[in-house]
């Protein structure tokens, strides 16, 4: 065994030991512990994906000794690695990024609490990324979903506290049915690995027994992720915990704890219940319908905010919706638009959660839209990167939202009884984007007088923003690369 | 309809479960609604713990030196009821915690209420 595939396993177990560091330490040091940490997953999942790559094939990695029916398991392959790589990526440009708004907004004795949570967040979202274990997958949902919470609270207001209890009732509806249909799933197959219980699904498909608890699992658990990553009626917490939580919270949040989720979904679609079964269920149809309300919802919403940062939430909400639409419309092409949706997605909104706080600082922290007249003048990068950003999310080309749009619309040729629907809400939805999102980059490049007074945001904020806006653009300009690698890595999870 | 009476444990746990869920999903008291969390929570236990049961067997315990499998019922059921049962308990811990630092500002345990009054006060301390 290479030394290299025991990397997945120690970043999870490392960010759960450096969150109880981070507790107990001064918090300059949990700062630099938590950065450190993120650095190490970042080089450690780049030389697993390299590994992988390499070797051409996924591998298990055997935990407590017990081999493969009985014991707990990790899988590492193509797609888990690069989210891995991406994921952490991100949340340590948003934590950089907003890092003079955590010290201001966060009592000083209790930053440190900050990174702790930060940290037990990056542990969920690598267990729940690599886990081969469904009941693990439960436990660390749970772990994500407390310690967002605790991002969210973070603020001393009251506001702060009755969004995290908003998001935490959601939250818990969700697991509740989540790990109904993991009940239900062990009850039919009587495993709990993932690779075990396709085997045994495979086989109730093709004998036609259990038909009715399949679909009941394959609905519970999709409708459980779905209530936890905010697809549109289930959206309520959303702009709730984003109008009261520090940008970083609001860029992790948007861009990494509900698209863990939409990841787990993917991997429970291929890896346990299976994508023969799957694709033969009428569920499919629902998320997919699911997804196409939120498209318009999500950016009618939005449309509406006249708070910078609700609306970017609310755009959110409309971008989960292309999501669950790529994985509803029940083709493999669809599930790669939406496995490349998730990286376009996460890049552009913690750029835009992250340069808006750069934008409104340069307005005294006035977040209201009409309130950011011209500030792209007095914070040059941040206007620059804001605008990136938001072309990501408008979909012009060279940007990742290109992309996605793009493969979206080539998926819904492949599916006959959705084209039109699918390519009219496209061209919809992006419009209502380009509106709000256009409106907004024209406001804060309007022509000022007093274009003086010029913001520094910190070099750290500088940096934060350029490096996402580059990987955006990266992102958009070699997309049918990691397009590529998608595929091969979707291949591996089938 | 024979169905439900013959396997009344996972019928009754449903029934405990949807009585718990809807508590948590429309009930405005804190208290209740994290009442009706744990009674979601143990109407899934009971699922759980009545699948793994088998009639006629005993406690997965190696008693006089009985190794044969056929002796005990599974215990991975009840292994995950525990691990279910910590999670629940520290989701319930957080809960509570919440639900006092918002009574002691807003004296009221109505979480319409507390939403209508947050988002009136703004940003704020």
Redesign the interface.
């Known amino acids: 065994m290479d030394f290299v595939q025991n990397l997945p396993f120690f970043g999870i177990v490392a960010a759960l030991f450096f969150g109880v560091l981070c507790s107990v330490v001064h918090r300059r040091a949990a700062e630099i512990l938590t950065y450190l940490l993120l650095g190490f997953e970042v080089v450690a999942s780049i030389l697993v994906l390299l590994f992988v790559i390499r070797t051409g094939t996924s591998f298990t990695y055997m935990m407590g000794h017990f081999p493969a029916p009985w014991g707990n398991e990790i899988r590492a392959g193509i797609f888990e690695c690069f989210t891995a790589f991406f994921f952490s990526a991100t949340m340590l440009l948003a934590l950089v990024g907003g890092r003079k708004h955590i010290y201001h907004e966060v009592e000083s004795t209790k930053v440190n609490l900050y990174y702790t949570m930060a940290c037990l967040l990056l542990s969920s979202i690598l267990a729940l990324i690599y886990t081969n274990d469904l009941f693990t997958a439960y436990v660390f949902v749970e772990i994500n979903t407390l310690s967002a919470a605790g991002l969210i609270m973070t603020k001393r207001s009251g506001k702060a506290i009755a969004a995290a209890t908003k998001y935490m009732v959601m939250s818990l509806l969700g697991s509740a049915l989540f790990l109904m249909g993991i009940c239900t799933t062990y009850d039919i197959t009587g495993h709990l690995l993932m690779s075990n219980i396709k085997e045994a699904m495979a086989a109730l498909h093709a004998s036609g027994q259990y038909a009715v608890p399949i679909s009941v699992i394959i609905g519970l658990m999709s409708i459980g992720l779905a209530i936890k990553s905010a697809l549109y009626p289930f959206h309520t917490w959303l702009p709730d915990a984003h109008g009261s939580a520090s940008v970083s919270t609001s860029a992790i949040l948007s861009a990494l704890v509900s698209e863990v989720y939409m990841f787990l979904l993917i991997k429970i679609f291929y890896r346990v219940i299976g994508w023969d079964v799957v694709q033969d269920n009428k569920i499919m149809n629902v998320l997919y319908l699911f997804g196409i309300i939120a498209m318009l919802m999500g950016s009618i919403h939005a449309l509406r905010e006249s708070d910078i940062k609700q609306m970017i939430a609310y755009s959110s909400i409309a971008q989960f919706g292309y999501i669950f639409m790529g994985i509803g419309l029940g083709t493999a092409f669809g599930m790669q638009a939406a496995a490349f949706h998730l990286f376009a997605h996460a890049s552009g909104k913690a750029l835009v959660f992250i340069a808006q706080a750069g934008l409104a600082d340069a307005n005294g922290g006035d977040r209201r839209i009409v309130a950011l007249k011209g500030t792209a003048h007095k914070n040059p990068i941040a206007g620059i990167t804001f605008t990136v950003g938001a072309f990501s999310m408008v979909g012009i080309p060279f940007f990742a939202g290109f992309i996605s749009k793009y493969n979206f619309a080539t998926a819904a040729l492949y599916s006959p009884n959705k084209i039109v629907i699918t390519l009219v809400t496209l061209a919809i939805s992006t419009v209502l984007n380009a509106i709000y999102f256009l409106r907004v980059v024209l406001r804060i490049y309007s022509p000022i007088e007093d274009k003086k007074p010029v913001i520094r945001s910190g070099f750290a904020f500088g940096l934060a923003v350029t490096v996402m806006a580059i990987g955006n653009i990266a992102l958009g300009v070699f997309g049918s690369n990691v397009m590529e690698y998608i595929i091969s890595g979707l291949k591996m999870f089938g | 309809m024979i169905g439900l009476f013959n396997n009344l444990e996972a019928t009754t746990a449903i029934i405990v ?1 949807g009585i718990g ?1 809807t508590t ?2 429309l009930n405005r008291n ?1 208290i209740k ?1 994290i009442i009706g ?1 744990d009674m ?2 143990c109407g ?1 236990y009971l ?2 713990a009545s ?1 793994g049961y088998i009639e006629g067997r005993l406690a997965p315990i190696v008693v006089n030196g009985v190794t044969d499998m056929d002796a005990y019922i599974n215990p ?2 009840a292994g ?1 009821v525990l ?2 049962i910590v ?1 629940s308990v ?2 319930s811990a ?2 509570l915690s ?2 006092i ?2 009574y002691r ?2 004296h009221t345990l109505d ?1 319409d209420e ?2 209508m ?3 009136e ?5």
């Not at chain 2, 006060?121 to 301390?125: K, L, Y």
């Open positions: 479960f869920f948590l999903m804190m609604k969390f979601m929570d899934m699922f759980l699948k991975i059921p995950l691990t279910g999670v520290s989701v957080v809960m919440l639900t630092r918002l500002k807003y979480i507390i939403m009054r947050a988002r006060e703004g940003d704020d301390e």
